[in-house]
Antibody
């Protein structure tokens, strides 16, 4: 069965960077894109970007362009999301997600990681 | 950016009642609209994809309809376990966006 397992909660100071990992299992990692979505307290879900797990191509939301980097390690079936220059407004739960059965980028999110809470506080 | 507006924001419903949640897109998105259920401290769960396509394992009381700019999620005969927040999501164009959510409470 498809599983996405994320790394644990993080506490960071303003100005720092955070890296969240997402380990995939139960399918051929390179056949699907991995997306990153975050949910800040009281805010709607927010798409951050995707990575083509096969060739490593990425696409980021303009809102996060320049601050977010999504990478993957195919040998470990893992995708990573790094967010820099953190502020208190980046306090959120960060999710990785994959399409239900589409190999395209413009898709639903049929599978989700368990979420990683990132807290930014001085 | 395509803005998705959900209504209502909150609904208090008795068991076995029918629930209807709407999602309106700021421009036409074809059928590229998906629905999720999220319970407290859980990840979102896909209920309906591409406006009306059912998902294996999701109870048949959940259904979706619509195209273009107006979409509906219907829960027939609400059960206590359906207490949750519901979100729509468009995958028509970047950035991918979500609705603001509808919280369904059981009376």
């Amino acid at each position: 069965q498809v599983q996405l397992v994320q790394s644990g909660a993080e506490v960071k100071k303003p100005g720092a960077s955070v890296k969240v990992s997402c380990k995939a299992s139960g399918y051929t990692f390179t056949n699907y894109a991995i997306h990153w979505v975050r949910q800040a307290p009281g805010q709607r879900l927010e798409w951050m970007g995707w990575i083509n797990a096969g060739n490593g191509n990425t696409k980021y939301s303009q809102k996060f362009q320049g601050r977010v980097t999504i990478t993957r390690a195919t040998s470990a079936s893992t995708a990573n999301m790094e967010l820099s220059s953190l502020t208190s407004e980046d306090t959120a739960v960060y999710y990785c997600a994959r399409a239900y059965d589409s190999s395209g980028y413009y898709s639903d999110f049929g599978y989700w990681g368990q979420g990683t809470l990132v807290t930014v506080s001085s | 950016e395509i803005v998705l507006t959900q209504s209502p924001d909150f609904q208090s419903v008795t068991p076995k009642e029918k629930v209807t949640i709407t999602c309106r897109a700021s421009q036409s998105i074809g059928n590229n609209l998906h629905w999720y259920q999220q319970k407290p401290d859980q990840s979102p769960k896909l209920l309906i994809k591409y406006a009306s396509q059912s998902i294996s394992g999701v109870p048949s009381r959940f259904s979706g309809s619509g195209s273009g700019t107006d979409f509906t999620l219907t829960i027939n005969s609400l059960e206590a376990e359906d207490a949750a927040a519901y979100y729509c999501h468009q995958s028509s164009s970047l950035p991918l966006t979500f609705g603001g959510g509808t919280k369904v409470e059981i009376k």
